[in-house]
């Protein structure tokens, strides 16, 4: 590390409050929303029997997806050697833990059984993807917590590498894990396929490095603290790569789908009759989330605004959110295949036809608490402990912009 | 149209080894289902694979007695929301889609030799017992609906609602899961589920239930004898509920 000084965030200042009450007030909100579902029944919610995971779900997969991303600049400073991103290592670890837990935390207050949540954790089938994912949620809050202990004891140095190293072979699996919930669906045409891990994979590169630049630059704004160029433009790039990659796992599943006759229903369905899944897979997925910050950062001219990146980042978040939505809620809405061969005329459970879906207020709430409960954790973090460096210039960090 | 409806055409009712009663020899007689009752402390034989047979040639459109039972045995009670309202047992009406063939059938759970509800359940909740009935642990389901997404069939629903008046013989409670139990707690009775009871009785005789392990029950022959389809065969579960006549 390039000695730089780390100084936590001084707190209970105005402002430190005015930010931490705001995000208290998602979180409530949040748990409010929780304990209407819970009190009512799901009935009150979007969800039915025929679209079983809802809202809740778009927002706790995709925190848990970006929670291991997250992760990522920490493993190329400690895994892959790179001196510029250490300086941003804390942080990095700090965010994957926060955004786990509020994606978690989403997840679980969605369940028809909450209070069990000690059943799953003494419970094992370990055939279940899920009960495997169980476990590497757990660990991952112990192995990345380990590597938070490593980044911040200046007395352990050497502990640094191969924490970092365990980290980020567990963030791998733990993705693979978290794509394996579809992936290992043997009824459902829309997910049912191997490639669910490495796109859930280059997801996780992509949504995780997009909060990340949000919440430096955000940070590094109200802190009033030095924010290089160098630093800045060199992780846009990097996003660059990884929403590239991301649209190439995309367009392999589809392309795949095309060629496999018994799925041209499903694709049919989302690349051009499925009404708003549609819609928020080629206009929000694609053209917003993915091609629009291509643009704006690969452009030589572009990506050197602050504000472009900001914008960039925001559109990969948000083009993720209808990714996930498309996945999960499309994947759903579009019927069973119960029956092949044959054309269900009339069914009691709505056999074979187009599951409608529309989130409720409660849902959203319940996922914005997830985001809230997220940035609470880092704010408290970054308060308490030395997670930021005191200047992030081009000369702190020793790189040329 | 009512059940009653239903009546005029029970054939079948005698030829249901179900509810028939048997002479096995001078002076013995076993009036019974398919089995003798399983007394509480004797667990479920993994000898035994319970089994149900649908005569789609028999199903009619207009007769719901299956379902009616289904309800009334289990006290599945609608709230007039039915996207969420409990989705055990339907009738589904299938046209072949290259004959243009048509078909009457009710759908449950297909009770899988390998279920995949029962694979991708975290904590176990969803079991197969010994004798192949597919169950949900009413006291482990965490609610996550997982199983739901797995099953092929549309078998499972999520009790969306607090519910009264349960019948004691069969839990059921907001937040969990739920589905067809092959009317366990009748079979472990000697029974017959509700659903084929109401077949024989009231509807077209187009329902047999038994042990398809025991080469001597009457859905056993029945499955040697004629051809009989799963649904979903290509997912290779080997579901316990058959359908003849597609």
């Known amino acids: ?401 | 149209m009512s059940e009653n409806s239903c009546e005029a055409s029970r054939r079948g009712f005698l030829k249901g080894a179900a509810v028939a009663a048997f002479a096995l020899a001078p002076g013995v007689m076993l009036v019974a289902g398919p089995a003798p009752a399983r007394p509480p402390h004797v667990p479920a034989r993994e000898t035994q694979r319970w089994g149900l047979l649908v005569d789609t040639t028999r199903c009619t459109q207009d007769c719901t007695a299956c379902l009616s039972a289904c309800r009334t045995e289990n006290r599945l009670h609608s709230f007039n929301r039915p996207q969420t309202d409990p989705q055990w047992l339907r009738k589904v009406h299938l046209r072949n889609e290259s004959t243009g063939a048509e078909h009457h059938l009710p759908v449950m759970c297909q009770h899988c030799a390998e279920p995949p509800c029962v694979d991708v359940c975290p904590t176990g909740a969803s079991f197969k017992r010994a004798d192949g009935i597919v169950l949900v642990d009413r006291h482990i389901c965490i609610g996550c609906r997982y199983c739901m997404m797995a099953c092929p069939y549309k078998a499972r629903s999520f009790v969306h609602e607090p519910i009264t008046d349960q019948n004691p013989e069969v839990p059921r409670g907001k937040g969990c899961v739920e589905a067809c139990t092959l009317c366990v707690h009748r079979v472990d009775r000697g029974e017959v589920p509700a659903c084929v009871e109401a077949c024989a009785g009231n509807g077209n005789g187009a329902m047999l239930f038994g042990d398809l392990n025991d080469p001597d029950s009457e859905i056993a022959r029945r499955v040697r004898q004629v051809g009989t389809r799963q649904l979903r065969e290509d997912l290779g579960l080997n579901t316990g509920v058959r359908y003849e006549g597609m």
């Open chain 1, 1 to 401: 590390m390039h000695n730089a000084a780390f100084r936590s965030v001084p707190a209970y200042t105005s402002g430190w409050f005015v930010l931490l009450g705001g995000l208290a007030v998602l979180l409530l909100a949040g748990l409010g929303a929780f304990y209407y579902m819970e009190h009512n029944g799901h009935h009150v919610t979007g969800m039915t029997n025929q679209v079983v995971w809802g809202m809740p779900h778009v927002f706790a997969v995709f925190l848990i997806v970006a929670a291991s991303g997250a992760l990522n600049v920490a493993s190329i400073a400690s895994v892959f050697g790179r001196k510029l991103y250490k300086p941003l290592a804390p942080l990095s670890a700090l965010l994957a833990l926060a955004l786990l837990a509020g994606g978690l935390a989403v997840l679980v207050l969605d369940l028809g059984r909450p209070d069990r949540l000690v059943v799953a954790m003494t419970h094992y089938n370990f055939k279940s993807i899920f009960a495997w994912n169980v476990i590497l949620y757990t660990g991952f809050f112990v192995v990345v917590g380990l590597y938070v202990w490593t980044m911040l004891d200046r007395t352990v140095p050497h502990l640094q590498k191969p924490a970092g190293m365990l980290a980020f072979l567990w963030r791998l699996t733990l993705t693979t894990g978290t794509g394996s919930i579809f992936g290992f669906l043997v009824a459902r045409e829309a997910y049912n396929s191997a490639i669910m891990a490495p796109l859930f994979i280059a997801m996780s590169f992509a949504f995780g490095l997009a909060i990340f630049l949000l919440v430096l630059m955000a940070g590094y704004g109200m802190l009033g603290r030095p924010l290089g160029d160098a630093l800045v433009t060199r992780l846009a790039r990097l996003l660059a790569v990884f929403v590239a990659a991301v649209l190439y796992f995309v367009a392999v599943q589809h392309l795949t789908n095309l060629y496999i006759t018994e799925r041209h229903g499903v694709e049919a369905f989302i690349l051009r009759d499925g009404g708003v899944y549609t819609l928020l897979f080629w206009a929000v997925q694609i053209v917003l989330g993915s091609l629009l910050p291509l643009v704006l950062l690969l452009h030589p001219g572009l990506v050197r605004k602050r504000a472009n990146v900001a914008l960039a980042s925001l559109l990969v978040v948000v083009g993720g959110l209808a990714q996930v939505y498309v996945i999960i809620i499309g994947g759903q809405a579009y019927p069973l295949e119960t029956f092949p061969g044959y054309e269900v005329v009339a069914s009691g459970f709505f056999d074979g036809q187009t599951h409608a879906y529309t989130p409720s207020l409660p849902e959203i709430v319940l996922g914005l608490g997830g985001i809230g409960i997220a940035l609470v954790i880092v704010m408290l973090g970054v308060s308490a402990l030395r997670f930021l460096p005191a200047s992030l210039s081009d000369e702190a960090v020793g790189a040329e912009a």
